[in-house]
């Protein structure tokens, strides 16, 4: 069983730059495969970032690659999103999700098993 809390969710001005955080709680986290997925109003759920167990492989979406680093501390059961370049239209609530140990790297927001509760961000123009 994994528990994730997200933080760092705020109104941040377009260009501007913002760090998430997930606090992980649990023994699996160390081998599980971590994601970023986000939701604005009217929308469904968008993949962002996802990363391996130890943090060797990542991947994003077209729409963040460039601007947007996820990385993890294993040590800590924390995964990180850096986000530089903020735009508008990356506002949405940012989850953070957990696939079951060992299994690999996915963008299918259904096929992660364990979510957060989430946290705005919202970017002015």
């Known amino acids: 069983q994994v528990q994730l809390v997200e933080s760092g969710g705020t109104l941040v001005q377009a260009g501007g730059s913002l760090r998430l955080s997930c606090a992980a709680s649990?023994?699996?986290?160390?081998?599980?495969?971590m994601g970023w997925f986000r939701q604005a109003p009217g929308k469904e759920r968008d993949f962002v970032a996802t990363i391996s167990w130890y943090g060797v492989t990542s991947y994003y979406a077209d729409s963040v690659k460039g601007r947007f680093t996820i990385s993890r501390d294993n040590a800590k059961n924390t995964l990180y999103l850096q986000m530089n370049s903020l735009k508008p239209e990356d506002t949405a609530v940012y989850y953070c999700?957990?696939?079951?140990?060992?299994?690999?790297?996915?963008?299918?927001?259904?096929?992660?098993?364990?979510w957060g509760q989430g946290t705005q961000v919202t970017v002015s123009s």
């Open positions: 649990g023994r699996t986290f160390s081998n599980a495969v």
């Open positions: 999700a957990a696939r079951q140990p060992y299994e690999s790297t996915s963008r299918n927001w259904n096929e992660y098993a364990y």
